[in-house]
């Protein structure tokens, strides 16, 4: 299995510039999940989906952040304007929700993304 | 609510060594517990996990033993590497939900 894949993996832009952020999740796996990591916030969950839907969005840190999931094999995090403060890596995992089984989340490699 | 504590890091040892990084919950019924790692650069990786009380999980080496009556899942290692130098972070989910709460991490560094 290849595993999650995200692209691109690093990304530098000027301040008020839209990024979009890729990732296709493990197939056959039916939850994904968004984060960001940074040294002062530590690892934070943004937004995540089940079977397409988003079920939890409260990590979302403002309006500039929105995040789409059109089929079960693409999401996207979009980032309009994107701002210095925004500078982190974003980390896409996903997983299969099987009821007992504990749910253990699988990583992607990450976008390092760079505002100036 | 439900929340991981870890103790913090970062956690410095030579090659050989005995390691422990504490992990204690709170959690609402019976959650899953687990271990994961993150090498500099890289994205997380599912280290080991355990699903009901004592339950053991391990992995290239390490444990962590399920502990409801101290809600506990520590993390040992008998013989530490240089390469096992990383971030480790502890983590649980709620029965039958999706979400991972995750602690801060604990950095360890092995030197030779």
């Given at each position: 299995d290849a595993g999650v894949i995200q692209s691109?993996?690093?990304?530098?832009?000027?301040?008020?510039?839209?990024?979009?952020?890729r990732c296709k999740p493990i197939s056959g796996h039916n939850s994904l999940f968004w984060y960001r990591q940074t040294m002062m916030r530590g690892l934070e969950l943004l937004i995540y989906f089940n079977n397409n839907v988003p079920i939890d969005d409260s990590g979302m840190p403002e309006d500039r952040f929105s995040a789409k999931m059109p089929n079960a094999s693409f999401s996207t995090l979009k980032i309009q304007p994107s701002e210095p403060?925004?500078?982190?890596?974003y980390f896409c995992a996903s997983s299969l929700a099987v009821r007992?089984?504990?749910?253990?989340?699988?990583?992607?490699p990450g976008t390092r993304l760079t505002v100036t | 609510g439900n929340s991981v504590t870890q103790m913090e890091g970062p956690v410095?040892?030579?090659?050989?060594?005995?390691?422990t990084i504490n992990?204690?919950?709170?959690?609402?019924?019976?959650?899953?517990?687990?271990?994961?790692v993150q090498y500099p650069g890289e994205g997380l990786q599912l280290l080991l996990k355990a699903t009901k009380a004592d339950d053991k999980g391990s992995n290239k080496g390490f444990e962590a033993t399920y502990r409801k009556e101290t809600t506990s899942f520590h993390l040992e290692k008998g013989s530490v590497q240089v390469s096992d130098s990383a971030v480790y972070f502890c983590a649980l989910s709620r029965y039958n939900t999706d979400k991972l709460i995750f602690g801060t991490g604990t950095r360890l560094q092995v030197f030779p």
């Open positions: 691109p993996r690093h990304e530098v832009t000027e301040m008020g510039q839209e990024v979009t952020l403060r925004d500078s982190a890596v007992d089984r504990g749910y253990e989340q699988y990583f992607g | 410095t040892l030579s090659e050989e060594a005995f390691l992990c204690t919950y709170t959690a609402t019924g019976y959650p899953s517990l687990f271990w994961y």
